[in-house]
């Protein structure tokens, strides 16, 4: 069975801090895995999507990662705007369809 | 473009009652989705339409019922809402059901109350 695991739960950061957050996936032949950005009341933003280990994305402050067992996103000098739930998702090879096994989400708090 | 939408925003329903969400998508993707999203259970996969005119069992598909009326649209049906229902619920699209590019675009949600 597919899984996904997000941490840390939340994460409080100053403006300006960096930091990253982690998604852990246990999967039977990676075919992707996706980031999305969830603000409060909202749907689900795709951000990235990374096929392969080695892959990286960029998208202003963030940064996506991947090797064979997790995905890193990087934040770099993250602003308040930037805070919000990060979900991490992943499909499997020989899906019939494409569906998405999702973690918990990391909430990410940035302070001024 | 508007991407996802979803109608209505906000429902409270009486255990027992029946409704429909509705979803419409203009990004002429060939999939859709119904999601629900619960406290500590994350998303989770209601029912799926691979493409016009098809759709298929998710996660969690009892108690619900589907219909794919066109290309763009894709509505839920609660028969007979319980409290277990209570939940926000997404509707997402792809271009492809499995291939590369398969990313998932999320409507703004419906908030279900069922009392």
């Known amino acids: 069975e597919d899984q996904v695991t997000q941490s840390p739960e939340a994460l409080r950061l100053q403006e300006g801090e960096s930091s990253s957050l982690n998604c852990s996936y246990t999967v039977s032949g990676l075919r992707g895995l996706f980031w999305y950005r969830q603000d409060p009341g909202k749907g689900p933003e795709f951000l990235f999507t990374?096929?392969?280990a080695g892959e990286e994305k960029e998208k202003e402050r963030l940064k996506a990662t991947l090797t064979k067992k997790e995905s890193f996103l990087h934040i770099t000098a993250p602003k308040p705007e930037d805070s919000a739930t990060y979900l991490c998702a992943v499909q499997a090879r020989g899906t019939s369809y494409g569906k998405l096994t999702f973690g918990q989400g990391t909430i990410l708090t940035v302070h001024p | 473009n508007a991407g996802v939408t979803q109608t209505p925003k906000f429902q409270v329903l009486k255990t027992g009652q029946s409704m429909t969400l509705q979803c419409a998508q203009d990004?002429?993707?060939?999939?859709m989705y119904w999601y629900r999203q619960d406290p500590g259970m994350g998303l989770r996969l209601i029912y799926y339409?691979?493409?016009?005119?098809?759709?298929d069992k998710g996660e969690v598909p009892n108690g619900y019922n589907v219909s794919r009326l066109n290309k763009r649209e894709f509505s839920l049906r609660l028969e007979s809402a319980a409290p277990s229902q209570t939940s926000v619920y997404f509707c997402?699209?792809?271009?492809?059901?499995?291939?590369?590019?398969?990313?998932?675009?999320f409507g703004p949600g419906t908030r279900l109350t069922v009392l």
């Open positions: 990004m002429n993707h060939n999939s």
């Open positions: 990374l096929y392969s």
């Open positions: 997402a699209s792809s271009g492809s059901s499995g291939g590369l590019g398969n990313e998932q675009f």
């Open positions: 339409s691979a493409s016009e005119g098809t759709t």
